[in-house]
T-cell receptor, first 109, second 115 residues
Framework: GQNIDQPTEMTATEGAIVQINCTYQ??????LFWYQQHAGEAPTFLSY????GLEEKGRFSSFLSRSKGYSYLLLKELQMKDSASYLC??????????FGKGTSLLVTP | NAGVTQTPKFQVLKTGQSMTLQCAQDMNHEYMSWYRQDPGMGLRLIHY???????DQGEVPNGYNVSRSTTEDFPLRLLSAAPSQTSVYFC??????????????FGEGSRLTVL
């Protein structure tokens, strides 16, 4: 089985930096994904980590430590449109991608 | 390019009724899956398929059936609807049979209410 933990809610200020953490426990590990979901919409892909380290993609970066079962998503230069839920998902040794409950981020002026 | 198309977008059912949520993708993706999303519960995997003729259960399969007769279509059947199945349902697909290596493309969702 899998256990994926994320904070439920976070608030940050426009222009700031925010880090959303994800910890996981899984019997096997084949990769970790981050998705963004705006209210009332479908999730969209942000990043994928399979090796330890930092993956940078514009204002978004994602970090993975497999030995610690830990990942974070870093959002820089926050914009109002970044207000959304951020979903951490991990895969085990099978073909099922399992999601955490998501972190709701509110960006304030 | 339509991507992943789900129908209907909204549906109200009475307890005990059956229905099928349709999902079609035009990207020739091998992998398709169904999730339900409930407040405070996140996305939970119902069933998935790694190719035509192959399906498997996810975390919450009870009360749902699937089939995959073609690469394009992956319908989700509710056999006898219950209020606990009130949820938003998302279909998702990936170009690789192994979702470990490819991003999922989601449909817009189907909002189901069971009275």
């Amino acid at each position: 089985g899998q256990n994926i933990d994320q904070p439920t809610e976070m608030t940050a200020t426009e222009g700031a930096i925010v880090q959303i953490n994800c910890t996981y426990q899984t019997s096997g590990f084949n990769g970790l994904f981050w998705y963004q979901q705006h209210a009332g919409e479908a999730p969209t892909f942000l990043s994928y980590n399979v090796l330890d380290g930092l993956e940078e993609k514009g204002r978004f970066s994602s970090f993975l430590s497999r030995s610690k079962g830990y990942s974070y998503l870093l959002l820089k230069e926050l914009q109002m449109k970044d207000s959304a839920s951020y979903l951490c998902a991990v895969t085990d040794s099978g073909y099922a991608l399992n999601f955490g409950k998501g972190t709701s981020l509110l960006v304030t002026p | 390019n339509a991507g992943v198309t789900q129908t209907p977008k909204f549906q109200v059912l009475k307890t005990g009724q059956s229905m099928t949520l349709q999902c079609a993708q035009d990207m020739n993706h091998e992998y398709m899956s169904w999730y339900r999303q409930d407040p405070g519960m996140g996305l939970r995997l119902i069933h998935y398929s790694v190719g035509a003729g192959i399906t498997d259960q996810g975390e919450v399969p009870n009360g749902y059936n699937v089939s995959r007769s073609t690469t394009e279509d992956f319908p989700l059947r509710l056999l006898s609807a219950a209020p606990s199945q009130t949820s938003v349902y998302f279909c998702a697909s990936s170009y690789t049979p192994d979702p470990n290596t490819g991003e999922l493309f989601f449909g817009e969702g189907s909002r189901l209410t069971v009275l």
